[in-house]
């Protein structure tokens, strides 16, 4: 356990963002398996609506520091290429 103040606030500190950042990973995730299960019912009008929503949240979570840049970049190019493979 910490035994300094420094250790102790920065446990107190992680923990808080710990909290936070489990919030905001679950929020990319629902809407990423949004826009899968909207592939997977074969709608592509709901599809590209959940994309459209779904793009702005994955990068925030970029600058968020939650994924990297490329992690977005994949999942946003895997997404879009299964939405366009629907035709």
Do not use: C, W
């Not at 107190?12 to 936070?20: A, D, F, H, I």
């Not at 592939?39 to 702005?56: C, D, H, I, L, R």
């Amino acid at each position: 356990m910490a035994n300094t103040a420094q250790a102790k606030k920065r446990a107190r500190q992680s923990e808080k963002s710990r909290l936070r950042n489990v919030g905001q990973r679950s929020k990319l995730r629902t809407f990423i398996k949004k826009i899968l299960a909207a592939v997977e019912s074969g709608n592509k009008e709901t599809a590209q609506a959940a994309y459209k929503t779904a793009v702005p949240i994955i990068d925030s979570a970029v600058n968020k520091g939650l994924i990297h840049k490329n992690n977005a970049a994949r999942n946003k190019s895997r997404l879009n290429s299964r939405i366009k493979a629907m035709a």
